[in-house]
């Protein structure tokens, strides 16, 4: 079980090189000039020129891309182009509030699925299901930047109970912090909330079906008990896919519901430097992403382990 | 409380006049029909079926695929409705009560504590997420007030008892961990660790191999006769029916076409398909290992039953009658027979042919 969690973690190192080596192909093969960005529309090409150099987007890109290999080895992704920050920094302080975000969003999206789908289950056959169904399709299909809209003009607008947008830290008082993040979690968690129902109800349904479940009716078990104990668990299953991939999506920043709401977090950062062409803060910000999906993937896996005993790793 | 509502219900529904009740019959099941809705119809998968079981019988429910013998056991613990079937007519008579009459909640209690079942197959009968001690002593926590200590003691012991060797060991074991055979065991112990009156096995040999078989029924005789219970015992296998049976009951197609005494089955078969059933068996009657005897043709599907006698298509006696009017189970020479020409003279010739 160590030696292959310690396996798992090694492996990371390759798989963020590759991404961070895509992302650095990528931004430097579409057009788009730092330098020029930072001047503005104004400056002399000869000041553009130097600062191209200064910075050393003049160098030919295999000798960047060598550079960047280099300085990342030695564990330094470099500086923003903005900033004057180091890159782990610039990331760092947008980690607080996209976990904050992710966090609660993923409570919410918990405390919403879980009930509805036993619900539906416990009421499958009635009417209830086919509300469960449709419901769970309009949580995942809903826009989310339409749904915070509507949330915004509602509740921050016209009624004024919460702040239309964002973000206060948990030391700066609970209160504030949660008042902040209630909408957008509940934005980002209707939609996780639709996914994760709808594969629990599933897996369920499909558990009731299984010989062990006759078994347990068989020896006295009450619904209670057959839904809850033998059922959940088994279905719980395949659903920690989804759960976890939810949570990896959420970690990864939500980009969409983080603007809306001016959440300066990962998400935010990567669309800002995307449009100013910061690209060392975008390759660290992706790499931190994609550091999040792998992570969040190898604690599945363990967690597989524990909720299934013939799954073993060696 | 729960069997407090079911004494004061039996004053209740029970005719005093009734037969069924109070002569010291465990089971009787008394007109069972159940059905299944299939294309906006409901096909009747048992149809009108009676047998009964004493205390500290063996009673094989013995018939082809498909006759409806798990349907029935399954109407008996009111678990049919999980497979989408319905009980539509008839009375369970288990010890004095109509179990199709008790709620929910009083079935529950009945279930595993007075009721238990084995099913056939044991590959996919445990929970694979569970130690097999934790569902066994689920059993026992379900129905006493046992402390968990207490009910893991007797959870090691049962499996002691069904002869699974180092039960401490293999209570913490996950159904994975365990043979086929051993996992038969163990469900055996889970349904016999709260003592119950009556056992229904549904094929619980069935996916074994033949060695483990014999164990497993040596095993249900030895623990028959120190626990004191009876037992329905549902099986294709004429063979394991002659072993352990007290009496049988033959399902074609849903009915119940001949019952009796073991010795009466197997010596004196009156119905043509049980005829057939006997001269399948391997060893029997001429030399061992001929070819199998078996009767030509299947079952009916439930959706197009044929009229008159079920089994009609498929007899070698049949004449006009048996093609228009069923048969009703008559006494006929000692046992219950339905069968219009069970007294005619080729059938007797064939039932002398097929006895041994
Ligand atoms: N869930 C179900 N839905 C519809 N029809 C069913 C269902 N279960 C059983 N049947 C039908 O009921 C009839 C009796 O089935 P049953 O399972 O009782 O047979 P069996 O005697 O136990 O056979 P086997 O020896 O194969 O176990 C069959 O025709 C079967 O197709
Ligand atoms: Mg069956």
Redesign the pocket.
Known sequence: MIGYIVRRVLAIIPVLLVVGIVVFMLIHLTPGDPAQVILGDAATPARVKVLRHQLGLDQPLWKQFLTWVEHVCRGNLGTSLFYQQSVVHTVAVRVGPTASLAGLAFVFSLVIAIPSALLAVWKRGSLLDPIFMSGSLLGVSMPNFWLALMMISLFGVKLGWLPVSGYVPLDQGVGLWFSHLLMPAFVLAIQQAGLIARMLRDGMLDVLHQDYIRTARAKGAGERLVLLHHAFRNALIPTVTVIGTSLAGLLGGAVVTEVVFAIPGVGNLIVQSIASRDFPVLTGAVMFVALVYVLVNLLIDLLYSVLDPRVQYR | MASRTVKSRKSRVVDPGDHSVGDGKLLNVVGLTTV?H?NGRDVR?VDSVSFHLSPGETVCIV??????????SLSIMKLIEN???RVVAGSIWFDGDDLLKASNEEMRRVRGRTVSMVF?EPMTALNPIFTVGSQISEAILLHTDESREQAWNRTVDMLRLVGIPEPEIRAKQYPHQLSGGMRQRVVVAMALVCNPKLLIA??PTTALDVTIQAQVLDLLRRLKRDLKMSILL?T?DMGVAAEMADRVVV?YA?NVIEEGSVEEIFDRPLHPYTQGLLASIPGRNGVRGARLHAIAGS?P??ADMPEGCRFNPRCPFAVDICRVEAPALRLVDGHNVACHRAQDAPVVAARTSTAQ
């Open positions: 299944f299939a998968a018939g082809e695929s498909g006759s409806g013998k798990s349907v029935t497979e989408g079937g056939q549904d094929e549902i294709h399902m849903g079952t599907a439930l």
